[in-house]
């Protein structure tokens, strides 16, 4: 078997991490950085990720998340976050990083800036829609990555977003929360991590033509 279908039988959505033990912060930086290489659309990033260590903060944050204790028991507990508005201020950043990476001037991106401010054209409803999209792609990369770590996750949006966006001080910030994962090791008492893959056939998922 390759081996990244091992690691993608072996992750599952942890319900019970270990409170004693951590990953490293050199582990950490390594999942940081896979978010930093997550694709999205027209390459625009609308993320920052949240990093929340502290132990006060994350125990308020269990009654925001319906009483789940994998927000604080994990090792670290990463929120995923939207900009609250996608302005052209955000257009212009882009473009300016873009240019200074690929050396070129922002004005040679001209048209390129024309296209992507249709994001910025949307309805705030339609900008939310849009960052959320990109966001679980973020999601995705990060399980995946910590799966070939080994280390544990649970995805989750069972959690109140208001309430998380004021325990953190995120609209100071401008931003609001999307998804939470967090990431550590599984506790030995935790009867999830011995159930069966509740998958459909390949068949049953595939059309091929
Ligand atoms: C976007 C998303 C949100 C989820 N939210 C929660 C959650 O709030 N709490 C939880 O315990 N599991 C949550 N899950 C875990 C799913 O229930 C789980 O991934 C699914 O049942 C498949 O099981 P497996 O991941 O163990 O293979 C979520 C999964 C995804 C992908």
Same mark, same amino acid.
């Given at each position: 078997?390759?081996?990244?279908?091992? &690691? #993608?039988?072996?992750?599952?959505?942890?319900?019970?991490?270990? *409170? /004693? =033990?951590?990953?490293?912060?050199?582990?950490?930086?390594?999942?940081?950085?896979?978010?930093?290489?997550?694709?999205?659309?027209?390459?625009?990033?609308?993320?920052?990720?949240?990093?929340?260590?502290?132990?006060?903060?994350?125990?308020?944050?269990?009654?925001?998340?319906?009483?789940?204790?994998?927000?604080?028991?994990?090792?670290?507990?990463?929120?995923?976050?939207?900009?609250?508005?996608?302005?052209?201020?955000?257009?212009?950043?882009?473009?300016?990083?873009?240019?200074?990476?690929?050396?070129?001037?922002?004005? &040679? #991106?001209?048209?390129?800036?024309?296209?992507?401010?249709?994001? *910025? /054209? =949307?309805?705030?409803?339609?900008?939310?829609?849009?960052?959320?999209?990109?966001?679980?792609?973020?999601?995705?990369?990060?399980?995946?990555?910590?799966?070939?770590?080994?280390?544990?996750?649970?995805?989750?949006?069972?959690?109140?977003?208001?309430?998380?966006?004021?325990?953190?001080?995120?609209?100071?910030?401008?931003?609001?929360?999307?998804?939470?994962?967090?990431?550590?090791?599984?506790?030995?008492?935790?009867?999830?991590?011995?159930?069966?893959?509740?998958?459909?056939?390949?068949?049953?998922?595939?059309?091929?033509?």
């Amino acid at each position: 078997m390759e081996k990244i279908i091992e &690691d #993608l039988n072996w992750r599952y959505a942890c319900k019970q991490f270990d *409170p /004693n =033990k951590q990953i490293s912060e050199n582990q950490l930086n390594t999942l940081l950085e896979a978010l930093r290489l997550t694709p999205s659309s027209y390459g625009l990033q609308p993320w920052k990720f949240v990093v929340v260590e502290n132990k006060d903060l994350r125990e308020k944050l269990v009654t925001a998340s319906w009483n789940q204790k994998q927000v604080r028991d994990a090792s670290h507990l990463i929120v995923m976050c939207a900009p609250k508005t996608l302005d052209e201020s955000f257009i212009d950043n882009y473009v300016s990083d873009t240019a200074k990476t690929r050396g070129q001037e922002p004005s &040679d #991106l001209a048209g390129f800036k024309k296209m992507l401010m249709m994001i *910025p /054209n =949307k309805s705030v409803e339609g900008q939310a829609a849009w960052s959320k999209n990109q966001i679980y792609i973020a999601l995705g990369n990060l399980m995946t990555t910590c799966a070939q770590m080994r280390i544990d996750t649970c995805p989750m949006e069972g959690f109140k977003p208001k309430e998380y966006d004021e325990i953190l001080g995120l609209n100071e910030l401008g931003l609001t929360s999307v998804l939470v994962c967090p990431v550590g090791y599984r506790s030995d008492e935790d009867k999830y991590s011995g159930l069966s893959k509740v998958r459909y056939a390949k068949d049953d998922l595939t059309i091929r033509i």
